[in-house]
């Protein structure tokens, strides 16, 4: 036999051992899930049109009434912004079904709205698997209406209208959104909420869901609705003897998750494009600027976590213009800042990885990214650039993750240097990547 033979296959068998998983990791799910990156959060319901934030439940069905829904024009912005997802709040805490509920007489069928035949789930799963985008709900367990609400009888009233938004009617569901909230019903009771039974119901008719509340177990709230995941942010988190709402997680936990933490529940970043989640005629000269979305997304996508961007549609049923406008500036400056990769060729040895660059042309942005398929390992590491002196440092952070963007200061050089300064297991890094933005100021 070739003597090569064995010694190659000891080579392979070293290297498959040494990619071996690392700690919690990701489902496929969650994979494909954190591939989106960015997507919209769209709050609608009786507050469109009443101006409140956290309807009473007592407002008259007639309330909701948009004029001219266009579910296509929502589906079809955000794609056109680069967002490859939306989350549509299909029972916000007033109780208002978005969908005629079998389980509620507080619907879209209730009211005179296209006379009691409109369904905007339906309108927006539509929309959704014409465009190719995908469609998730926000179902809240907290419901200020229904009569049940504080009684134990309403944890079934609950798995009743989950199962007719989940059961088949509106297709695949990617993401799940369970809002911790849990005010007072109308009996001026608060509900003692059976999560293992509504994550059951949903998991039952949709598996591949990836289920969000302060601890998932799909993925985590980020701890603040302002739009910034931690610096240091771990996918993983340690869930026991927590639950949803009050009996969360810390803050710092949610925001930087918890290294070594036994599940994997990633972060997802929730901030509105508006001061409020609902749209008001009063907050359009409000909507965020371009400098404050590229913040975001350098705090959010940047660092690890999803970001799930809320842009509310207005009492038409449609995007309002000034948001629209300003999605698409926003994705105009993310196409302009990472449209040119200036490195040109990577190397590793052991934890530290040289990247060749263009020396004529200045970078400020270090994209890395990690296989997290194989489970988080980076805990620090540090990025610097070559010069006539010898290496100068240009960054030291914290944990990298699915991706994480370091803003460094405008550099020239023929090479940047990226060493992983400690790990819990062998770091596995993917494509390191510069850019140039000459767009955001801090
Ligand atoms: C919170 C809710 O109370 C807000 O109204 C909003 O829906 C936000 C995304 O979650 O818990």
């Known amino acids: 036999m070739n003597k090569w033979i064995p010694a190659l296959g000891l080579a392979l068998l070293l290297t498959a051992c040494e990619e071996k998983p690392y700690g919690a990791l990701p489902s496929p799910s969650q994979i494909a899930w954190q591939d989106m990156e960015m997507n919209i959060f769209c709050h609608f319901g009786p507050n469109t049109f009443t101006g409140l934030e956290w309807g009473e439940g007592t407002e008259a069905e007639d309330i909701f009434n948009p004029t001219?829904?266009?579910c296509r024009q929502w589906v079809r912005t955000a794609?056109?912004?680069g967002f490859k997802g939306i989350i549509l709040t299909a029972k916000h805490h007033d109780g208002f079904c978005l969908w005629p509920s079998p389980a509620s007489t507080h619907t879209v069928r209730e009211s005179s709205w296209r006379n009691?035949?409109?369904?905007?789930?339906?309108?927006?799963s539509e929309a959704c698997a014409e465009e190719g985008v995908k469609f998730g709900v926000y179902i809240s367990p907290w419901d200020r209406n229904d009569p049940h609400y504080g009684t134990p009888e309403y944890n079934d009233v609950f798995v009743q209208t989950l199962e007719s938004v989940l059961g088949g009617t509106y297709g695949p569901v990617f993401e799940q959104w369970f809002d911790g909230a849990n005010g007072e019903g109308p009996n001026g009771k608060k509900q003692v909420y059976d999560w293992p039974l509504f994550n059951g119901t949903v998991f039952k008719h949709q598996p591949q869901a990836v289920i969000f509340s302060d601890v998932g177990p799909g993925c985590r709230w980020v701890g603040n609705?302002?739009?910034?995941?931690?610096r240091t942010n771990w996918g993983t988190l340690n869930t026991e003897g927590f639950t949803p709402g009050q009996g969360g997680p810390s803050q710092q936990s949610l925001n930087e998750g918890d290294c070594s933490g036994s599940r994997w529940v990633p972060a997802e970043t929730d901030v509105s494009i508006r001061p409020g989640w609902f749209w008001r005629e009063s907050e359009n000269d409000k909507v965020k600027s371009?400098?404050?979305l590229l913040k975001i997304y350098y705090e959010s996508v940047g660092r690890n976590s999803l970001l799930l961007l809320n842009v509310p549609p207005d009492t038409r049923g449609r995007l309002h213009e000034v948001d629209s406008t300003r999605l698409m500036e926003f994705r105009a400056a993310l196409d302009q800042i990472f449209a040119q990769d200036l490195a040109v060729s990577q190397k590793r040895k052991g934890q530290v990885w040289t990247v060749k660059v263009n020396p004529e042309k200045p970078f400020n942005r270090v994209?890395?990214?990690?296989?997290?398929?194989k489970g988080q390992r980076v805990v620090s590491f540090m990025i610097e650039a070559r010069t006539a002196e010898g290496w100068e440092r240009l960054a030291e952070e914290s944990t990298i993750g699915h991706k994480r963007i370091v803003l460094v200061p405008e550099t020239c050089t023929s090479e940047v240097r990226v060493t992983v300064t400690d790990a819990l297991?062998?770091?596995l890094l993917g494509k390191i990547g510069l850019y140039y933005d000459s767009i955001y100021s801090e």
Do not use: C, F, S, Y
């Open 290 to 292: 371009v400098n404050e």
């Open 116 to 124: 009691g035949q409109g369904d905007v789930l339906k309108e927006l």
């Open 425 to 427: 297991a062998k770091p």
């Open 225 to 230: 609705e302002e739009g910034h995941a931690g």
């Open 79 to 81: 794609k056109a912004a």
């Open 367 to 373: 994209a890395l990214t990690e296989d997290i398929a």
């Open 68 to 70: 001219a829904l266009d």
